[in-house]
């Protein structure tokens, strides 16, 4: 490997990096201007789910709610 290729690859790897960690931050930050959770697929997955007062969960743990009474 000559100093090219390995700047090169550097160069491409902390770019990349970059990338992604702004990304993450961008898809998951907390947003100050309204208090609304669109990550409707993270609340099936929250460990927070029975305590959390967003919106979004109250409605998932109502639907979970109805099923469990159909169901059982």
Request: hydrophobic share 35%; with cysteine; glycine share 6%.
């Amino acid at each position: 490997m000559n100093r090219r290729k390995f700047i090169t690859t550097i160069g491409r790897g902390t770019i990349l990096s970059g990338l992604a960690a702004i990304s993450g931050i961008l898809i998951f930050r907390n947003s100050k201007e309204k208090d609304l959770c669109t990550y409707d697929f993270v609340c099936k997955e929250c460990q927070r789910l029975k305590s959390c007062t967003q919106p979004e969960a109250i409605i998932l743990k109502r639907k979970k709610a109805k099923n469990s009474v159909s169901n059982g």
